[in-house]
């Protein structure tokens, strides 16, 4: 499968609280709900094709108990993002969680890197991460991720958590899909590529 990254992030960076106000307000973060003013249906449908693709899903355990609260308790099976969540696979990595209570979920809390690596090698299509901002972190410093997509909102929020460390892992990217909606929402989907390419002192590329 290939491991694939979906992020709500602003211009500058932050995903921090993209839901709602009080969502998550942790080191003192006061800007929280930025995304759903911009979240149209062009966006919603664009959002329901994903979710319609994937063959599993790989959470954090923050994110997965978020979604496990309010899509895990739904029963209306013929909304795209519900039916997904509700009967595919579901991955946690965490070494907290020991008794999940949604249907299909299996947690990692061994060998992480050596379990998505097996699940990444299996003969199917996609393993979709959704938010989990810290554990799509750690799977690019260990390279786990094959695609990443950034949904880009048009608005600089100033403060918050950014999905790129200051200092953390590079990484080259190939842009294989753009698309827009109206209200100025970017989707970019990135295949990674290894390491970058950088110019010497010759001016030569490394």
């Known amino acids: 499968m290939k491991l694939i990254t979906n992020t709500q992030v602003t211009v500058d960076g932050v995903v921090q609280?993209?839901?709602?106000?009080?969502?998550?307000?942790?080191?003192?973060?006061?800007?929280?709900?930025?995304?759903?003013?911009l979240f149209d249906s062009e966006a919603?449908?664009?959002?329901?094709?994903v979710y319609q693709r994937a063959d599993a899903f790989l959470f954090g355990r923050r994110t997965y108990e978020l979604f496990a609260g309010y899509w895990g308790v739904r029963?209306?099976?013929?909304?795209?993002?519900?039916g997904a969540l509700n009967t595919k696979p579901k991955y946690v990595a965490s070494t907290t969680l020991t008794d999940p209570q949604w249907a299909n979920t299996t947690v990692l809390s061994g060998d992480v890197a050596a379990a998505i690596g097996e699940l990444r090698a299996e003969p199917r299509g996609e393993l979709q991460v959704w938010g989990s901002g810290t554990l799509i972190r750690w799977l690019l410093h260990h390279r786990l991720v094959d695609?990443?997509?950034?949904?880009?909102?048009?608005?600089?929020?100033?403060?918050?958590?950014?999905?790129?460390?200051?200092?953390g892992p590079d990484i080259?990217?190939?842009?294989?899909?753009?698309?827009?909606?109206?209200?100025?929402i970017t989707f970019q989907t990135y295949r990674t590529t290894g390491r970058p390419q950088y110019e010497t002192a010759t001016g030569r590329e490394l």
């Not at 029963?75 to 519900?82: A, W």
């Not at 080259?172 to 100025?184: F, R």
């Open 172 to 184: 080259g990217l190939k842009l294989v899909d753009l698309q827009s909606t109206p209200k100025g």
């Open 17 to 37: 609280g993209n839901g709602g106000r009080d969502e998550n307000r942790s080191g003192g973060f006061e800007r929280g709900g930025w995304a759903r003013p």
């Open 44 to 49: 919603m449908t664009w959002n329901d094709q």
């Open 147 to 167: 695609e990443i997509v950034l949904l880009t909102y048009p608005v600089v929020v100033g403060q918050g958590t950014r999905l790129f460390p200051a200092t």
């Open 75 to 82: 029963d209306d099976l013929q909304n795209p993002i519900v």
